[in-house]
């Protein structure tokens, strides 16, 4: 069966309505409606509070894939205008026609078509959408959800961990494992790397050793701070350290496994396509990789990365892996995911079905006390009305 179209479409259903105060008992803001957390903008005064005063404010969209025959696959695209044009204006036209049950050759052309000007960035955002709507629309077709097409599950539930700075409410949900947003950098000097030991020393006291601890630095530290803050930390037996350094500097991350040996280090959710994560591993660079698969390159990109760290021994972690259902998926079938992560950006009280703050998938599973098991609905089950797919707004 071939593909009919290709096309960015409008996600404006995902957009959760607005919360209703006597249902979610919050009970205070949420730790990322301020700063600070550590970045790499942190030298740059009239930036360095808060991340959101310098990303992009892009939307998500999405991207919706139909066969031949009217079935149709949904997948959600990061960065709203930009990558939205590269999948109708570039990559969509020239892959209808294809048979639509050949993800494998249609990655590999999408990640192809990438060489004029590159297939990282903006353009591995575009693939990832175009692919996960394949998978979904795969799933459809043989009427099976994908982790299945992907082999089966590997285990039994999902282990999550979660991710922000209420950690307090992490643990009233029954998280068993957490990470927290390093708040401070080196442009904080001195009193900013005592303020991250206090902070981080204290969370260690509250969760107690019977719950895993990891920080994350969001590239926002160089190699000579990194070292100084991992030997600082020591007592307090973090799980692992994420994301020190620009995630393109490979002799950097070299540098940094040399100097602390001791320290198990994650990175690779700003990593794209499989390239960086084979020199990572031939080198062994990081002891866990990270991509994400909304970014990376897909479903596809995750099961050859994957491929790549069994072959190391490293572990796969996926970034905000239990945030969608293509992460869910991917972690209930791949036996190189132990974890998966559960970013949390709604405030204390706010019910865990909302917990990735700007958005709600509907049909998407959610965990409890640690655990969790993705829809067995067809493809990525979303409850998607086609109906709500309008096209997409430049």
Not at 218 to 240: Q, S
Request: aromatic share 10%; glycine share 10%.
């Amino acid at each position: 069966m071939k593909i009919k179209s290709i096309r960015a479409v409008s996600a404006d259903f995902l957009r959760p309505p607005e919360l209703d105060e006597s249902v979610s008992k919050k009970t205070r803001p949420s730790w990322a409606s301020s700063g600070p957390v550590a970045n790499p903008m942190t030298r740059y005064g009239r930036y360095a509070e808060f991340r959101p005063l310098w990303m992009p404010n892009w939307e998500n969209f999405g991207c919706l894939v139909e066969a031949e025959d009217g079935t149709w696959g949904f997948a959600v695209g990061n960065h709203g205008k930009p990558v939205a044009t590269i999948i109708d204006e570039y990559l969509g036209p020239r892959l209808v026609g294809e048979n639509c049950m050949a993800i494998e050759k249609i990655y590999d052309m999408m990640v192809r078509m990438g060489s004029p000007y590159g297939a990282t960035g903006l353009h591995s955002y575009a693939v990832s959408a175009i692919d996960l709507a394949l998978w979904d629309l795969k799933g459809k077709i043989l009427d099976r959800p994908v982790y299945e097409l992907l082999g089966g599950p590997a285990r039994d539930e999902l282990f999550c961990y979660s991710t922000g700075g209420d950690t307090d409410w992490y643990m009233e949900l029954g998280f068993k494992a957490t990470k927290l947003p390093c708040k401070y950098g080196p442009a904080d000097g001195l009193d900013g790397l005592k303020k991250n030991v206090e902070f981080i020393g204290s969370t260690r006291e509250l969760i107690g050793d019977d719950v895993e601890l990891m920080l994350d630095c969001w590239m926002g530290f160089d190699i000579e701070y990194a070292v100084r803050l991992a030997e600082e930390l020591r007592p307090f037996k973090l799980k692992w350290m994420e994301e020190i350094l620009p995630s393109e500097d490979f002799d950097a991350h070299a540098e940094l496994r040399r100097r602390v040996s001791w320290q198990t280090l994650a990175t690779g959710e700003h990593w794209y396509t499989t390239v960086p994560f084979q020199h990572a591993a031939s080198k062994h660079l990081v002891d866990i990789m990270q991509p994400d698969i909304n970014w990376v390159g897909g479903m596809t990109a995750i099961v050859k990365i994957c491929a790549i760290a069994e072959a190391a021994n490293i572990s796969v972690i996926p970034h905000g892996g239990g945030n969608t259902p293509y992460g869910q998926h991917a972690c209930f079938a791949m036996p190189a995911i132990p974890w998966t992560e559960c970013y949390i950006a709604t405030p204390p009280g706010v019910p865990i079905e909302r917990l990735g703050g700007n958005k709600s998938f509907p049909g998407m599973s959610v965990p409890k006390n640690s655990k969790m098991v993705p829809s067995n609905a067809p493809g990525f089950g979303l409850e998607i009305d086609k109906g709500d797919l309008k096209p997409y707004q430049y």
